[in-house]
C-alpha cells in the first residue's frame, strides 16, 4: 500500500510531466476553442495508447458486465475533470488554475469522510494541512485577480470535485480490466462529451498553428499516453488519501513553469508553498517507512 522505488521514479516524472503541462495547456487555448483543443489531444492520446498497448501486447477487451463500472469510474475522472477544467483554463491564468485544479485531494478527504466514512491517520491529516495551506499561500497574491474571474474559478473546484471523488471511486471499485484497457476506454467514453460540448457551446474552428500543434502532440503523447496510465496504476493501488497527496507538487511545478515560459514573477508565497507540498508529500512517503522502522 506505499509507493515503492518504481513507483516513486514514475510519480516525479508523473509530476514533472504534469506540471508543465498546465502552461502548455494555456498557450494551447490561447486563440483557439478550449473543449475543441482536449477533443484533439484526447484524440491523439487514444491513438497513441492503443499503438503503444498493442505493442506491449496488452489486450483492450473488456467483460460486457464491466462496461457499467467503465462508465461510471470515466465521468468523474475523465469527463467532469476534463470538460471543467480546460475551460477554466482559458479563463485563468496557468499557475491559477494548476492550484485549484490541485485543491483535488483536499476534495477526496472530504468525500472519503461524507461518503465513505474513512478513517485518515495522523500523518495523512498533516500531510493534508501543509497542502491546504500551500495552497492557500500559491493563492493568496492571486486573490484580486481570481475574484475578477468567478466563472474560471467555480469551473476549475467542480473539475477538482469531480476528480476527488473518481479518486475514491477507482481505489475502491472491483473491476476485472487491466489498467491500460481501462484507461483506453475511460478516455474514449469522454471523447463524445468533449465533441458535443465543443460543438454546441464554442466557435472559431480552424487548423491549429505550429505552437498549438505542439502543445496538442505533447498532450496526446505525454499526458494522455502516459500520464493518465500512470495516474490510474497508483489510484488503484494505494489508498486514496496517499496517492491524491502524493501529487500536491504538480501545481507548484505548474506555477513555477508558468513563470518560466509565461514571464511571470515568484513571490515569497510561492517558496513557501513549496517547502509545504514537500512536508505534505514526506506525510505519506516518510511517515510510513519510519513507523515500519520504529
Known amino acids: 500500500m506505499q509507493l515503492d522505488r518504481r513507483g516513486l521514479t514514475l510519480l516525479v516524472i508523473l509530476t514533472i510531466a504534469w506540471g508543465l503541462n498546465w502552461p502548455i ?126 466563472a474560471g474559478t467555480l469551473l476549475m473546484l467542480v473539475a477538482a470535485a469531480g476528480w476527488g471523488f473518481g479518486t475514491q471511486l477507482m481505489k475502491r471499485t472491483q473491476i476485472d480490466v487491466p489498467i491500460g484497457a481501462l484507461t483506453f476506454w475511460m478516455l474514449a467514453v469522454t471523447l463524445p462529451f468533449l465533441a458535443v460540448g465543443s460543438l454546441l457551446f464554442e466557435t472559431g474552428w480552424r487548423m491549429p498553428t505550429g505552437i498549438e500543434w505542439a502543445a496538442i502532440a505533447y498532450n496526446a503523447v505525454v499526458v494522455f499516453a502516459y500520464c493518465h496510465l500512470v495516474w490510474f496504476a497508483l489510484a488503484r493501488s494505494l489508498p486514496p488519501v496517499v496517492s491524491s497527496l502524493s501529487i500536491m507538487f504538480i501545481p507548484v511545478v505548474g506555477v513555477f513553469s508558468g513563470m518560466w515560459l509565461l514571464g511571470e514573477t515568484p513571490h515569497w508565497q510561492d517558496y513557501a508553498a513549496i517547502a509545504l507540498m514537500f512536508a505534505a508529500l514526506s506525510s505519506v512517503m516518510l511517515a510510513p517507512l519510519l513507523r515500519r522502522r520504529l
Open 25 to 150: 495547456m494555456k498557450l494551447g487555448v490561447a486563440h483557439f476553442p478550449a473543449m475543441g483543443f482536449r477533443l484533439l489531444c484526447m484524440a491523439g492520446g487514444l491513438v497513441a495508447l492503443g499503438l503503444a498497448l498493442k505493442l506491449r501486447g496488452d489486450s483492450l477487451q473488456v467483460p460486457r458486465q464491466a462496461w457499467t463500472t467503465v462508465v461510471k469510474l470515466a465521468i468523474p475522472n475523465m469527463v467532469i475533470w476534463h470538460l471543467f477544467a480546460i475551460c477554466a483554463v482559458k479563463l485563468l491564468s496557468s499557475g491559477r488554475a494548476a492550484i485549484l485544479g490541485y485543491t483535488m485531494p483536499i476534495w477526496a478527504v472530504v468525500w472519503g469522510l461524507l461518503i465513505f466514512r474513512e478513517r485518515i491517520a495522523l500523518s495523512a491529516w498533516i500531510g493534508i494541512a501543509c497542502a491546504l495551506t500551500g495552497t492557500v499561500l500559491l493563492l493568496s497574491g492571486e486573490i484580486a485577480a481570481l475574484t475578477g474571474s468567478p
